[in-house]
């Protein structure tokens, strides 16, 4: 199994340029979820789906944000503009949906916004 | 609403030492599951140990245990004989899987363990 895949996994880009961070979870997982991780504020929740439907975004810092799961196979978060303050660490995790089970993360994307 | 506290930035242990470390819940919901997650200087989350709010004893992964005390709301991770491959940063996390299973974790802000040599 190659576990959860995000790409890329390091993105350096200007404020104001459209930042598109992508992840495939695993096979047959139904919960998705993207987190931002930051020294500040630690690890924080942004959004989740579960059979690909969103279900809880209120963890997305405000409008500049957005995610969609059009298949079950893959998911992105956007971010446009850019701003400095976005830099920070994106993990895509992906669950079944039973009570006791882990999830599983991806190795992360750094974003880093100059 | 539910909550995670971890109330020790940093932790250090002598190698071969055993380690606690603290992790406090809050929840209403009598129906809930506990995890840690060990995340290296690399990056990557770890699931390390779960433990269910209903399991009769305290769950165990080699040199992982789980210290629960359901009625003080506490769910300790205890490393044994640490290893220098210990070092990093440990989270702990909630579920909630009763009637709002949500599939969501809430996280701890994280342990930091030094394993000195």
């Given at each position: 199994d190659a576990g959860v895949i995000q790409s890329p996994r390091h993105e350096v880009t200007e404020m104001g340029q459209e930042v598109t961070l992508r992840c495939k979870p695993i096979s047959g997982h139904d919960y998705l979820f993207w987190y931002r991780q930051t020294m500040m504020r630690g690890l924080e929740l942004l959004i989740y789906f579960n059979n690909n439907v969103p279900i809880d975004d209120s963890g997305m810092p405000e409008d500049r944000f957005s995610a969609k799961m059009p298949n079950a196979s893959f998911s992105t978060l956007k971010i446009q503009p850019s701003e400095p303050r976005d830099s920070a660490v994106y993990f895509c995790a992906s669950s079944f949906s039973l009570p006791n089970y882990e999830q599983y993360f991806g190795p992360g994307t750094r974003l880093t916004v100059t | 609403a539910q909550k995670i506290t971890q109330t020790q930035p940093g932790m250090f242990v002598q190698e071969k030492e055993a380690v606690t470390l603290d992790c406090t819940y809050d929840t209403s919901d009598p129906s809930y599951g506990l995890f840690w997650y060990k995340q290296p200087s690399s990056g990557e989350m770890i699931f390390l140990i779960y433990q269910g709010s209903y399991?009769?004893?305290?769950?165990?992964?080699?040199?992982y245990s789980l210290n629960f005390q359901k009625a003080r709301k506490s769910a300790n991770l205890v490393i044994s004989a640490s290893q220098l491959g210990d070092s990093a940063m440990y989270f702990c996390a909630m579920r909630d899987s009763g009637s709002g299973n949500t599939g969501k974790l809430i996280f701890g802000q994280g342990?930091?363990?030094?394993v000195k040599p």
């Amino acid at each position: 199994d190659a576990g959860v895949i995000q790409s890329p996994r390091h993105e350096v880009t200007e404020m104001g340029q459209e930042v598109t961070l992508r992840c495939k979870p695993i096979s047959g997982h139904d919960y998705l979820f993207w987190y931002r991780q930051t020294m500040m504020r630690g690890l924080e929740l942004l959004i989740y789906f579960n059979n690909n439907v969103p279900i809880d975004d209120s963890g997305m810092p405000e409008d500049r944000f957005s995610a969609k799961m059009p298949n079950a196979s893959f998911s992105t978060l956007k971010i446009q503009p850019s701003e400095p303050r976005d830099s920070a660490v994106y993990f895509c995790a992906s669950s079944f949906s039973l009570p006791n089970y882990e999830q599983y993360f991806g190795p992360g994307t750094r974003l880093t916004v100059t | 609403a539910q909550k995670i506290t971890q109330t020790q930035p940093g932790m250090f242990v002598q190698e071969k030492e055993a380690v606690t470390l603290d992790c406090t819940y809050d929840t209403s919901d009598p129906s809930y599951g506990l995890f840690w997650y060990k995340q290296p200087s690399s990056g990557e989350m770890i699931f390390l140990i779960y433990q269910g709010s209903y399991d009769q004893q305290n769950a165990t992964e080699g040199r992982y245990s789980l210290n629960f005390q359901k009625a003080r709301k506490s769910a300790n991770l205890v490393i044994s004989a640490s290893q220098l491959g210990d070092s990093a940063m440990y989270f702990c996390a909630m579920r909630d899987s009763g009637s709002g299973n949500t599939g969501k974790l809430i996280f701890g802000q994280g342990t930091t363990l030094q394993v000195k040599p």
